[in-house]
């Protein structure tokens, strides 16, 4: 029986790689421009983090992770999301030490999910994190820098939407009134939901089942409830945004999926995407540090899908940059010449220019059809006739053009013509 990729997963392959790489050489450029630094976690952890750290209401925690049992009986968890990940070692190692501790991350995350187009049971994420500041400055400062990554990437038809979680000072308020609204419903919730109420209410607003939805159309809104600091907090932060120039709307039914958030929530949506149209979405977890047995660290960031990012550049016809093609073939015509051809080959690539060598034997004008939708810029044909003259017939593939030189111009040749 064939081995096929598991449900939920992809091969990226050649043809797809570079885009990934592009994206993600934009993400570190993007980072390092706003300050931020990388930081790489393990990808299983401890179960009890995301317990405690995302929530237990969650369908992240309750439906979606991927957990198992060490070969001591250590319940373990394949990361579902990056901030419980880096928090965990910003404590463990203490960096918040250095205020604010800017990090980044790129990598795969994991969730058991319906696939389907931009959403994958393996998927990746690049992720802003900035902890040790209370202050709408640096929320502002993630949200720009979220723009400011997919603007670099050629997207612009995307739409900031904003709303406030509050804190715990005015939170319970909004709970009980929460609490009252869906009561009056229950008969009409499913049965998570259901549950979610006496658990966790704002879970409720956050169903995907249509019924709830259109329920919680009519639900009391946290921004009614705001203390005046959070009220100040989210008043501030929408005049700085309007300072950087980003276009958003205040969307007062936001809460995002996990349990951690306080203050600020966003997401950055398209609605070239369907159903499913976040390509990013973050927010403020001041009381994640505290939840997971550290001290208290107010904490900002945002998480954008990779996957989501290439389906969205692919329907907008954004550029992903070149795919990496040799700048240079080298052909034997005959194994004869292979030794030959090798040594050229080794002298190019040791002067850091891109080449390789076709070792399969295929007609001339085979090979240079191939390569006339390449890159690929030169051709170095040897045979025994180039081998007796110690020279290489070049074809210039871009000029339909053909000279010969002498072979100590092998790496001359392409060199100075890069630079002309």
Request: aromatic share 10%.
């Amino acid at each position: 029986m064939k081995i096929n990729v598991p449900r939920g997963t992809c091969d990226v392959l050649p043809v797809d790689s570079y885009k990934w790489n592009y994206i993600e050489n934009i993400a570190r450029e993007i980072a390092n421009r706003f300050g931020f630094r990388e930081i790489r976690t393990p990808v299983f952890e401890h179960t009890e983090l995301f317990i405690r750290g995302i929530g237990n209401s969650t369908d992240i925690v309750r439906k979606e992770m991927y957990t198992f049992d060490d070969k001591k009986g250590r319940s373990m968890t394949l990361r579902p999301e990056g901030t419980a990940t880096v928090m965990r070692s910003v404590l463990e190692n203490n960096l918040y030490l250095s205020v604010p501790t800017k990090l980044f991350y790129i990598g795969p995350f994991f969730r058991y999910e319906r696939p389907q187009e931009g959403r994958y049971r393996q998927f990746h994420q690049f992720g802003l994190e900035a902890i040790g500041i209370d202050s709408p400055a640096i929320d502002a400062e993630i949200i720009h820098s979220a723009c400011t990554f997919f603007e670099t990437l050629g997207l612009k038809e995307i739409v900031v939407q904003l709303n406030s979680l509050g804190c715990s000072e005015c939170r319970p308020k909004y709970r009980e009134a929460l609490v009252e609204f869906f009561e009056s419903h229950r008969e009409e919730l499913c049965s998570d939901c259901k549950e979610r109420l006496s658990i966790n209410p704002l879970r409720v607003i956050d169903c995907k089942n249509p019924n709830c939805k259109q329920i919680a159309l009519n639900a009391p809104v946290m921004i009614d409830f705001l203390c005046d600091e959070c009220k100040a907090h989210f008043e501030k932060l929408q005049k700085l945004l309007s300072v950087y120039g980003v276009d958003f709307k205040v969307n007062p039914r936001i809460v995002r999926g996990l349990d951690y958030y306080t203050r600020t929530v966003f997401e950055i949506v398209s609605n070239q995407l369907g159903a499913q149209d976040a390509i990013c979405g973050g927010g403020r977890y001041n009381g994640l540090a505290e939840e997971i047995g550290g001290k208290s660290l107010p904490a900002v960031g945002f998480a954008a899908g990779i996957e989501r990012t290439i389906s969205l550049m692919t329907k907008c016809g954004c550029s992903f940059g070149k795919e990496p093609t040799p700048k240079v073939i080298v052909i034997p015509l005959d194994d004869s010449c292979e030794e030959y051809s090798a040594s050229i080959l080794g002298k190019l690539r040791s002067a850091k220019i891109s080449s390789d060598m076709i070792y399969a034997k295929k007609n001339l004008k085979k090979i240079f059809k191939e390569l006339s939708s390449s890159e690929t810029e030169y051709a170095y044909v040897i045979g025994a006739d180039e081998i007796s003259a110690n020279k290489i017939s070049v074809k210039l593939l871009k000029e339909k053009n053909q000279v010969d030189i002498p072979v100590s111009d092998a790496v001359n040749f392409v060199s100075v013509r890069g630079n002309c």
